[in-house]
């Protein structure tokens, strides 16, 4: 599945720009077309009965081809667009509550700021979309490796607002509608995360290669540190059921902690960073570029029986 979104107090974004020395106006950074990856994620729902699950996920990302050495520039990412199926085996879906997407802060950078776009997102309830700044035990933190999308840090894991079974954060109620809010024909619930837009300034020579978080403890399935994390909601056997569900970017089902990550796990985009003359900053954008997205993904048969 994939979601495949600034809290109060963030650091604004700022616009990629700067004076060299001596009053050189250092040139925009390259551009380069936005890049939709597809992988396979390897999914954990700790449903009535555990399943294990290979489930299709997407990233998209609009960065820059290459930026120079001191240069401050943005980037977007979003996940692809998903959707919450109206059955699964013996379940009836009723919700899907505390979804949860993070990110690496890319080697050889300074974090400027981040925010989520707004617009970008659709068919989403509860509590609205933030991007903070987060430690490895996924604690608010202005010095931490990891930005997390989410609804004020409720998640089903991995942070001081985590629940395995309490409705909070981002939700999606089932609509049974498209992303155009037209009735689906089978009944499923169309929705996307939103974007997040990333300044960072350029450190040194070499490149920059934002990535979903794979990091320690997060590649190993079933981690409650994966990048992809919610709380599936649905009825069955007579009763409300509850799957907090945990994805790592990784081939095959219950892959063991030793097996590499896939495409998703890997650089998203590598942006390379130069010391040289001016970059040609190419062609301007088309209006609306950015975050596109994919028809990728769903909650998968986590209630099976």
């Known amino acids: 599945m994939s979601f495949t979104h600034v809290r109060r107090g963030a650091v604004p974004v700022v616009a990629a720009a700067a004076v060299a020395a001596g009053s050189l106006l250092m040139a925009s950074p390259a551009s380069a077309a936005p890049a939709s990856i597809e992988f396979k994620g390897a999914c954990q729902a700790r449903a009535i009965l555990t399943q294990h699950m290979s489930q299709p996920l997407g990233m998209t990302i609009d960065a820059p081809s290459s930026v120079r050495v001191g240069e401050q520039f943005s980037y977007r990412l979003q996940p692809t667009v998903s959707s ?18 993070d990110w690496e802060l890319p080697d050889n950078t300074e974090f400027v700021g981040a925010t989520v776009v707004a617009g970008t997102g659709k068919g989403l309830t509860g509590v609205a979309p933030s991007v903070i700044r987060v430690n490895d035990a996924g604690e608010p933190d202005a010095a931490g490796t990891i930005l997390r999308l989410s609804g004020d840090n409720e998640t089903v894991g991995n942070g001081p607002k985590s629940s395995l079974n309490t409705p909070g954060g981002i939700a999606v109620e089932k609509t049974k509608t498209d992303m155009d809010g037209n009735p689906t024909a089978d009944g499923s619930t169309k929705f996307q995360l939103p974007a ?6 350029a450190v040194a020579e070499g490149v920059v290669t934002p990535k979903v978080r794979v990091a320690g403890e997060a590649a190993n399935y ?20 509850n799957a907090p569900t945990f994805c790592t970017p990784k081939d095959g089902t219950r892959p063991a902690n030793d097996v590499p990550v896939n495409a998703g796990g890997r650089a998203l985009a590598t942006i ?3 010391a040289g003359g001016p970059v040609d900053p190419g062609p301007d954008p088309e209006p609306g570029t950015g975050a596109g997205s994919v028809d990728l993904g769903s909650v998968g048969s986590i209630f099976g029986s």
């Open 84 to 101: 919450l199926p109206d059955k699964e085996s013996i379940a009836t879906t009723t919700d899907i509550q505390r979804l949860k997407i």
């Open 196 to 201: 997040v837009e990333v300044t960072v300034k």
């Open 222 to 241: 079933n981690s409650e540190k994966n990048y992809d994390t919610f709380l599936a909601r649905a009825f069955a056997l007579g009763s409300n059921q």
């Open 272 to 274: 390379q960073v130069g």
